[in-house]
């Protein structure tokens, strides 16, 4: 929550940087049933999990009050995680994200290389 007085009315915004929760401290995914698994991401101040169905996805066991319009809402992935960025919550960083994060990006030839070597 916000408080603060001002002398002019007039569009005010808050803004954070893209990379507020990136790199992520961890992540797991893990059946909870037939045909549906649990994506669990922890950042650096939340936790967020998505259940994983065929033909969409939901946010699962979200309890913030900012993200309740959103919980165990049937969605395609893209638009969750488009709402969750109009929340506050980046979960898609770009590579140009990754500087200001302090994370070095890999060399796509050399991933090449290494899958092609594998198959």
């Known amino acids: 929550m916000l408080n603060f007085l001002t002398r002019k009315f007039g569009p005010i915004a808050f803004l954070q940087p893209k990379t507020t929760d990136y790199p992520y401290d961890s992540w797991y995914l893990r059946s909870i049933g ?13 936790k967020v999990q998505v259940e994983i169905h065929p033909l969409f996805v939901k946010l699962a066991e979200m309890n913030q009050p900012e993200l309740k319009h959103l919980n165990n809402k049937e969605m395609h992935p893209g638009i969750l995680f488009m709402e969750l960025s109009k929340c506050g ?9 990754a500087e200001r994060a302090g994370i ?5 030839d050399a991933e090449e290389k290494a899958i092609m070597d594998i198959a």
Do not use: F, G, N, W
């Open 34 to 46: 037939d045909q549906c698994a649990l994506l669990t991401i922890v950042t650096k101040r939340i």
């Open 89 to 97: 919550i980046h979960m898609l960083p770009e590579d140009s994200d």
């Open 104 to 108: 070095k990006l890999k060399d796509r």
